[in-house]
């Protein structure tokens, strides 16, 4: 008897195999290596960026220069790096925008239940949106010319997704606008991080740093702390410079919106949230995964509209964001710290979670005057 | 009768069709799984193990070529 499989059956899959792998392969592969590829797009994109921004930028950066920037810490709560970063920065840049007036123009209210493609799914909470609603025109620079899809960024324009070939590059473009007192964020070892200055040996960062503030007497409730910058050098940046080297920067390009403008248009989403938290969980039910950037659950919005509204003396509203809170802070202790649980558990929690609060946020809704 | 030269190409477009020619259906297996975890494991951990600045990458795609070489060398040393 003849031993094996004959090799007609066996070519053709074998073929398919590998030509599969490859195509994976080569589709997976960095970009850095076919850098030549996309010298097009490189250019396209510099030149935008000379037409887009209205500062212009020195030929070479300053030596060095450092500004007096900090950030905000919700002490005991964690994934909240990049308000934590992005409050400290406004504060500095505009001085009469707190915590709880940044995140006021951050969307507190809002649940976006995937209308169009450029709407994700659950909290709308985003500090970029409070950025363009203070009037700033938000960029995004990566080593990477395959941009991340617009849901992902909502409230950057496509054409401010600037592709750098080098981290060396982007590092001198951000000195530059240190220099003119333009302050990016990177990613920094997986926490948004304002990098508020530099000298020769490396640069500061303002990176959630919970060792400076997280007291046992602090919790979710505590009004954000603030805390300094830390220091790192240039050898240890490339290391942990977070998803293609990505960074942002926001230029003030027009006046910002009135708080009274903010208050209605929160209002409206408070409105709208109810419906749209249905929705989101009917979506969970039938498989949906929220991708946010809210980690987890939505605890600074529901503090600072309790906060807000304890301020304009409206109390039993602000009661009503205080309940909220404390759910999903019970919510939250609830996990532990199981950060690595599975997609179908982590739907499961958004489910009850969102179950939970949703005949709360309901009866907040009309109770906005 | 096998032919040496057609072992060997199958196992070059996947580590152990080789020997599912020549009838080592156990070999097979052992060179199937293995080609298999690793290549699920760099396409899971992609660009980690595909910019070459760590060891890990150099152990996975090393372990993988291994496994491809091996492979044929043993698919084109077995035909009979």
């Known amino acids: 008897m003849k031993k094996g499989i004959s090799a007609k ?57 450092k500004f007096p920037i900090q950030g905000y810490r919700i002490p005991g709560l964690g994934g909240f790096c990049w308000i934590e970063s992005s409050s400290g920065l406004i504060k500095y840049l505009e001085p009469d925008i707190d915590f ?9 209210t809002l649940v ?56 060396e590059e982007e590092l001198t473009f951000m000195k530059k606008l240190i ?31 919970p060792s400076q503030t997280d007291r046992e007497e602090r919790n979710f409730m505590t009004y954000p702390v603030p805390f300094e910058p830390t220091f790192i050098t240039y050898e240890e940046l490339p290391k942990d410079w977070d998803l293609d080297h990505q960074f942002f920067w926001f230029e003030k390009t027009g006046l910002r ?43 600074p919005s529901s503090m600072t509209l309790y906060r807000y509204f304890t301020k304009r003396g409206n109390l039993d ?19 532990g710290k199981d950060s690595g649980r599975s997609e179908s558990n982590a739907r499961k929690f958004y489910i009850e979670t969102l179950t939970k609060v949703q005949p709360l946020l309901e009866k907040a809704a009309v109770m906005w005057q | 009768m096998k032919n040496k030269n057609i072992s060997a190409l199958l196992s070059l477009l996947f580590p152990g069709l080789g020997q599912l020619y020549i009838g080592k259906y156990i070999d097979a297996v052992v060179f199937m ?33 291994i496994i491809y070489l091996y492979s044929i ?8």
Request: no cysteine; hydrophobic share 40%.
């Open chain 1, 112 to 167: 976006m239940a995937g209308r169009n493609k450029n709407e994700r799914w659950g909290p709308g909470l985003n500090q970029t949106h409070a950025f363009t609603e203070l009037g700033y025109t938000a960029f995004r620079g990566s080593t990477n010319p395959r941009h991340p899809p617009q849901s992902v960024f909502p409230d950057i324009d496509p054409r401010n997704l600037i592709y750098f070939k080098t981290a």
């Open chain 2, 33 to 65: 799984a293995g080609a298999s975890v690793l290549w699920f494991a760099i396409f899971r951990r992609g660009y980690y193990l595909m910019t070459f600045d760590n060891p890990k990458s150099f152990l996975v795609w090393g372990a993988l070529g």
């Open chain 1, 257 to 299: 919106k009135s708080e009274n403008e903010i208050y209605l248009e929160n209002k409206q989403n408070a409105k709208e949230a109810t419906q749209n938290i249905r929705i989101v969980i009917d979506f969970l039910k039938k498989g949906g995964n929220l991708v946010d950037f809210t980690y987890e659950i939505d605890i």
């Open chain 1, 9 to 65: 059956i066996l070519l053709i899959p074998g073929f398919i195999i590998a030509l599969l792998l490859l195509l994976l392969l080569f589709s997976s592969l960095d970009p850095q290596i076919f850098l030549g590829r996309f010298n097009g797009e490189y250019e396209k994109n510099q030149a935008y960026l000379l037409t887009a921004m209205k500062t212009k930028l020195p030929e070479t950066p300053l030596p060095e220069i």
């Open chain 1, 179 to 209: 220099s003119m007192k333009i302050i990016p964020t990177i990613v920094y070892a997986g926490d948004f991080s304002t990098v508020v200055g530099y000298n020769r040996e490396g640069i500061w960062i303002v990176k959630s740093d």
């Open chain 1, 317 to 335: 509203l602000a009661n009503k964001y205080l309940e909220i809170a404390k759910i999903y802070e019970v919510q939250r202790v609830s996990l």
């Open chain 1, 100 to 108: 709880d007036t940044f995140i006021f123009y951050a969307r507190p």
């Open chain 2, 73 to 80: 060398f043993d698919a084109y040393r077995k035909t009979k």
